[in-house]
């Protein structure tokens, strides 16, 4: 069983900050890759950013390059999303995901390819 728990979310300004952590646990071996998506209202899920499983490769959405950045601290078993200039048109509930270590890391964009997912945090960019 592995369990992923998101925080960081909340109301924020446009042009304002936040960072959104995720925690993972359970089951998990020591090497997988994690990614972020995002879902608004009558949409469908979007890929945001992921990285390897070691933290030296990292992509990205094209909506959200040059602002957003992904990070990763595997002692912590934690994944961060530091999005920055947000906009209106980032509003979403954010989702982070663990992708399937049994493939390799370049379907990363592809919400098919990730094996859990937590239960979101909802992001809202709103003056």
Aim: hydrophobic share 30%.
């Amino acid at each position: 069983q592995v369990q992923l728990v998101e925080s960081g979310g909340g109301l924020v300004q446009p042009g304002g900050s936040l960072t959104l952590s995720c925690v993972a646990s359970g089951r998990l071996g020591t090497i997988y890759a994690m990614g972020w998506f995002r879902q608004a209202p009558g949409k469908e899920r979007e890929f945001v950013a992921a990285i390897s499983w070691n933290g030296a490769n990292q992509y990205y959405g094209d909506s959200v390059k040059g602002r957003f950045t992904i990070s990763r601290d595997n002692g912590k078993n934690t994944v961060y999303l530091r999005m920055n200039t947000l906009r209106p048109e980032d509003t979403a509930v954010y989702y982070c995901g663990v992708y399937s270590p049994t493939l390799p890391f370049d379907r990363y964009s592809d919400s098919r390819f990730y094996d859990h997912w937590g239960q979101g945090t909802q992001v809202t960019v709103s003056s």
